[in-house]
């Protein structure tokens, strides 16, 4: 059966549930996210009707409450007064993994609501299996806290490292490691997806299945379809988002098997998107190697020119200066990605502000884009991580809005990652027009 046959049977088959999950039909059993009678009908439909698929976005309240709980001032007022009647579907808006913060990541259900957000943009990590088919994991080798693939016995045992309990006597945590080339494509779409999270001193792997951040939800963890790249490419065409496939770091050596090598694997990955026809404006392939992105931009040109080089080394003088980002442009390299703190600082009067590093890259003439909003748990103890260099500066959720109004208008980003695409779809449409960056 066809693959577009396969995404639509699927759609439908999530669109029947919800009607069933609908009031007055209480026995329904596992919940779906809103809205898929609308995504049935546009991937119902022929190739040129679903490219341009129009369908409405649904903000819901979380970016409304975030307004709320900004400190007062100018950007909070013209937040308040935005008008959302006619919301848009923006590319600045970039579902990370999909909406992850309350759906299982790279699942059909966590694409399908950050489409209904507005992203305009979605990502699809890509992996390989044993057989090296391109499936939809954040890293190689997350199967055992992604998925349920500790509970399966048969599959469990192929693991690198299969479940062992934890020993509470000596306080020795539980292990496991799966990885998505320790099985077969079959085996890994027998799977099913989950909040990404373990419980370190799990005796069972009911517990070690358990552990999700108090500040997301297993409300909506009931069902978690896993997409091949194929199919991600299929779902993203129907729900009329754009393509940003991120090739992951092997875990395992390379040559995978000895004959599988890491320009095997980048070339693969590219190949899906000219098989399926895609137009490669509407591709933004990303690696944090880049070896991976000089590939593309030498060996396919066409998707080399969006191709995104995730930054993540930490910042020094030398990889911040203008010399630094003169030479990755003088590659081919047109765009980095680094983390967003990496391209904010504070000023002297301790207002957050572009960094060093993103004012060379943008006189280089590099674009940038930020990862990730929404990623962290509250921000009110500062952000953790994603926010280290402007920690001082935060003390509320609603301050995320000041942290993506700076990187949107100061340092001119022209993509947000959010694990909940509501967030940054709402300010694209609020503050569109008053972006500098573009």
Not at 39 to 61: C, M, Q, S, T
Not at 294 to 313: H, M
Request: net charge negative; with cysteine.
């Amino acid at each position: 059966m066809k693959l577009r046959i396969i995404v639509s049977l699927s759609l439908c088959t999530l669109a029947l549930s919800l009607a069933q999950a609908s009031p007055g039909n209480t026995h329904s059993g596992q919940w779906v996210p809103p809205g898929l009678d609308e995504w049935k009908a546009v991937a119902a439909g022929p190739w040129h009707e679903r490219a341009g698929a129009k369908a409405p976005i649904h903000l819901g309240p979380r970016p409304f409450w975030l307004v709320e709980d900004m400190d007062e001032g100018p950007l909070k007022e013209r937040l308040q007064s935005c008008n959302t009647r006619h919301v848009k579907r923006s590319d600045f808006s970039i579902g990370h993994r999909g909406a992850p913060l309350q759906f299982p990541e790279h699942t059909l259900e966590s694409y399908v609501a950050a489409a209904q957000m507005g992203a305009g943009i979605v990502e699809c990590d890509v992996a390989f299996t044993q057989d090296r088919e391109l499936v939809c994991r954040h890293a190689q080798n997350d199967l055992h806290t992604t998925t349920n693939i500790v509970a399966i016995p048969e599959l469990n045992a192929k693991c690198t490292q299969p479940f062992v309990p934890a020993d509470p006597a000596t306080g020795t945590p539980a292990k496991a490691e799966c990885r998505t080339s320790d099985i077969t494509l079959a085996e890994f779409k027998s799977l099913k997806g989950k909040m990404d999270a373990f419980n370190p001193m799990a005796t069972t792997t009911e517990e070690y299945l358990a552990g999700t951040a108090d500040w997301r939800t297993d409300l909506y963890a009931s069902r978690g379809t896993l997409m091949t790249h194929r199919e991600s490419i299929e779902l993203f065409r129907a729900l009329g988002v754009k393509f940003t496939p991120e090739l992951k770091s092997p875990v395992v050596d390379m040559p995978f098997e000895g004959d599988y090598s890491q320009q095997d694997y980048a070339r693969q990955m590219i190949q899906d998107y000219i098989d399926a026809g895609v137009n490669p404006k509407d591709v933004w392939p990303q690696s944090f190697s880049l070896d991976d992105v000089l590939f593309w931009v030498n060996e396919t040109p066409r998707f080399g020119r969006q191709a995104v080089f995730l930054d993540q080394a930490a910042a020094t003088p030398e990889n911040s200066s203008l010399a630094y980002m003169e030479r990755l442009k003088a590659r081919g390299v047109n765009i980095v990605a680094p983390a967003l703190w990496k391209m904010l600082t504070l000023d002297s009067y301790g207002e957050i502000v572009p960094s060093e590093y993103a004012a060379n890259a943008r006189t280089a003439g590099l674009d940038m884009i930020a990862w990730t909003v929404e990623r962290s748990g509250p921000l009110a103890s500062g952000g953790g991580w994603y926010y280290q260099t402007v920690t001082d500066a935060i003390n509320n959720d609603g301050d995320v809005f000041k942290v993506i109004d700076v990187l949107a208008r100061d340092v001119g980003v022209i993509g947000i990652f959010s694990d909940w695409p509501a967030t940054t779809t709402f300010y694209a449409n609020c503050m569109g027009s008053a972006r500098k960056g573009r």
